[in-house]
Every structure is written in C-alpha cells, then in structure tokens.
C-alpha cells in the first residue's frame, strides 16, 4: 500500500516537473517575443518619425520654393530701379549722387542679401529623393549661412576655413542644405553668446570633409553616444524635438558619408562630414 502510494507520488511529482518545464518553456518563448515585438515597435516608431520628417521636409520644399519664386519676381524690379537710378544719378547728378552714395550703397547690400537669401531657399527647396545632383559644397555651407544669420550674429563670430579649391561631392542638394542647416543650428544653440563657430573644409584619399566646431556647452560624455538617436534631446521641453542631428546623421548614410561628433562638456563641440569626393 505505502509502495503504491509512493509510486502514485513519484508519478504526480513527475507529471507536475513536466508540466513546470513545459510552462517555463512557453513562458521563455513569450519573452523571446515580446522582445521582438519591442525591438519591432521601437522600429516602427522611428519609421513613423523619418516618414513625418519626410512630409514635413516635403512640404518646407513645396513652400519654400513658392516663396522664393513670389520674393524673386518683385526683387528683380527692385534691381533693375536701383540699377537705374545709380545710373541716373552718376551721370545726371554728380553732387547728388555724393550725398545719396552711402545710402544707396546701403540699398544694394540689402538687395544683394535679400538675392542671397532667395537663392538659399531655392536650393534648400530641392528636396526630393534624387542623389545624382552635382553639388558644389561651399555654396552649401554660405546658403546656411546666410539663411540663419540673424541666429548667428548676435551669438557668435563664424570663421571660414575652406579649401583652396572648390569642392564637389554627387548627391541631393536640398537634403545637403538640411544637414547643414541642422549641425549649424545646434552650434549656434549651443552658444550662449560672443561664442565662435569654425567651419573647415578639406579633401584626401577621395573623400571630402567639413568640420564644423563651436565653443559652446558642449555635449555630457554619457550622451555623446545618443546624440544621433531619434527624440534624443538635453534641451528643454518644447525647444527641440531631438530630430536635427537623427536626420543629419540619416541623410549622410544615404550618400554612402560618415557623421563624426567628438565633445567636451563645458568646452565645446566638433562634427565632421566626410562624402565621396567628385573633384
């Protein structure tokens, strides 16, 4: 009697290990898969922010590019009358085209600015997905320059560090505009004022390069390596989305680049761009 019970045990132990090694199984399998799940949720996510990204970009080039063509028309008037009036004055009025030159000097600075500025949101408007593009990149760099020089005067002195000669990588002009635009925003952001932001170009061994380093706060040595990571941001609520160097970073990979960032905190920060050269 006490056998048989004995043995009855034994075999409900048995059934009941089997039974926890089945549910352990199952149990490991479930959490194989809702790691998966998490690793495809957080890809999706990221898909979901490129793609907004993407139409938001798509939409800046359509407005960009109606701006730009409705400024241009009455501007080339206001050329062609400044043109005439200077004219008009050196040959008709001598004594007071002496008095007026400093203000009609004037005048065609902010004509010539406001030239500059349409041409960069003209280039900054070819946005579609084409990387063909022959794309001189000084010209990139002066765009962005000029289209966030407000940003930058009152913060920082921009100093020019360009190569000898001009430098040409294939690509897509609008989304090159983007990158700089981005990596030049978070230097001047980053500077809290009569602050310094270097741009340095070079080409070796078929690669072009741009440097672009700032004085300014510099990034935690912890957060160097999330700063390209998509809705990573150390700036406050509500004053970045933690997208600019994410899509720099993105678009760079497109044309087969690289997007280094070295920083000290307190310091300052440097990002180099490095593209096939096409010279």
Same mark, same amino acid.
């Given at each position: 009697?006490?056998?048989?019970?004995t043995?009855?045990?034994?075999?409900?132990?048995?059934?009941?290990?089997?039974?926890?090694?089945?549910?352990?199984?199952?149990?490991?399998?479930? /959490?194989?898969?809702?790691a998966? #799940?998490?690793?495809?949720? $957080?890809?999706? +996510?990221e898909?979901? @922010?490129? %793609?907004v990204?993407?139409?938001?970009?798509?939409?800046?080039?359509?407005?960009?590019?109606g701006?730009?063509?409705?400024?241009?028309?009455?501007l080339?008037?206001?050329?062609g009358?400044?043109?005439?009036v200077?004219?008009?004055?050196k040959?008709?009025?001598e004594?007071h085209?002496?008095?007026?030159?400093?203000?009609?000097?004037?005048?065609?600075?902010g004509?010539?600015?406001?030239s500059?500025?349409?041409?960069?949101?003209?280039?900054?408007s070819?946005?579609?997905n084409?990387?063909?593009?022959?794309?001189?990149i000084?010209?990139?760099?002066d765009n962005?320059?000029?289209?966030?020089y407000?940003?930058?005067?009152?913060?920082?002195?921009?100093?020019? /560090?360009?190569?000898d000669?001009e #430098?040409?990588v294939?690509? $897509?002009?609008? +989304?090159?505009?983007q @990158?700089? %635009?981005?990596?030049?925003?978070?230097?001047?952001?980053?500077?809290?004022?009569?602050?310094?932001?270097?741009i340095?170009?070079k080409?070796?061994?078929?690669?072009?390069?741009?440097?672009?380093e700032?004085?300014?706060?510099?990034?935690?040595?912890?957060d160097?390596?999330?700063v390209t990571?998509?809705f990573?941001?150390?700036?406050?609520?509500?004053?970045?989305?933690?997208?600019?160097?994410?899509?720099?970073?993105?678009i760079?990979?497109?044309?087969h680049?690289?997007?280094?960032?070295?920083?000290d905190?307190?310091?300052?920060?440097?990002?180099?761009?490095?593209?096939?050269?096409?010279?």
């Amino acid at each position: 009697m006490v056998a048989k019970r004995t043995e009855e045990l034994q075999e409900a132990n048995k059934l009941v290990l089997e039974a926890y090694e089945e549910l352990y199984t199952k149990n490991e399998l479930i /959490n194989e898969q809702k790691a998966d #799940l998490e690793v495809s949720l $957080n890809h999706l +996510k990221e898909m979901q @922010v490129q %793609l907004v990204q993407s139409e938001k970009m798509a939409s800046l080039g359509v407005l960009t590019a109606g701006v730009a063509h409705e400024i241009n028309n009455p501007l080339n008037f206001i050329q062609g009358g400044y043109k005439g009036v200077e004219i008009y004055l050196k040959n008709n009025g001598e004594e007071h085209f002496s008095k007026v030159s400093p203000l009609l000097k004037a005048i065609g600075e902010g004509i010539n600015r406001v030239s500059n500025i349409v041409q960069g949101l003209s280039q900054f408007s070819g946005s579609d997905n084409v990387l063909i593009e022959k794309c001189k990149i000084h010209p990139i760099i002066d765009n962005c320059l000029t289209m966030l020089y407000s940003n930058i005067r009152e913060k920082a002195e921009v100093i020019k /560090n360009y190569w000898d000669e001009e #430098l040409f990588v294939i690509g $897509n002009i609008g +989304k090159l505009h983007q @990158v700089i %635009l981005n990596v030049l925003s978070n230097s001047v952001q980053a500077i809290e004022s009569k602050g310094m932001i270097k741009i340095s170009t070079k080409t070796e061994k078929g690669s072009i390069s741009m440097i672009i380093e700032d004085n300014g706060c510099g990034i935690k040595k912890e957060d160097l390596s999330k700063v390209t990571d998509p809705f990573f941001t150390t700036k406050a609520p509500g004053k970045g989305a933690g997208l600019g160097l994410s899509v720099a970073y993105k678009i760079i990979k497109e044309h087969h680049g690289h997007l280094a960032i070295s920083s000290d905190e307190n310091k300052g920060t440097s990002v180099t761009i490095s593209l096939p050269s096409f010279n």
